[in-house]
């Protein structure tokens, strides 16, 4: 049996396609802190989606330390500023990113990297664009970087943007 250059081309594109799936990103999520960092990396997300034809959705997380309260954890100020805060960060977000890439704009409260992380798998992320300060020495060492542990946790590929 005498293989034809047509079944071996269908035999090498199914191997490729098996071992190197074509790279197909359809949503990117940006965590930002309205820092010009974060405009960076929302820059690069808009060439990701152009490429792509991809959606952007950005995240912004309020970390808060919420004082015991009456025996309950209570996160205090928080709920009579989620409305603004929508809404801070949807105006950011139309000013910079295209409409043709708009996405959701998503605010959460909680431990950022677990809230980057866990909203990334919740809206399917193909990809997250995140920037960072490049902190170094006792500071990082201290305080650590979101964007190494948003790496380290997240459950699709992460792109880090460097100041």
Known sequence: MKATAESIQVVLDYMEEKL?????????LVPIDYSGNSEKAVRYACRFAEVFDATISVIHVVSYKPPLIAGGLVPVGTVSYRKEWKETL???GKQIIPEE???????REGNVCREICDTAEQ?????????????????????GSTAERVVQRASCPVLVVRD
């Open 20 to 28: 190197a799936p074509p790279v197909r990103l359809n949503r990117i």
């Open 90 to 92: 949807t105006r950011w």
């Open 101 to 107: 890439y708009h996405g959701d704009f998503l605010i």
């Open 123 to 143: 809206v399917e992320s193909d990809l997250v664009v995140i920037s960072t300060h490049g902190e170094t020495g006792l500071q990082h060492a201290l305080l």
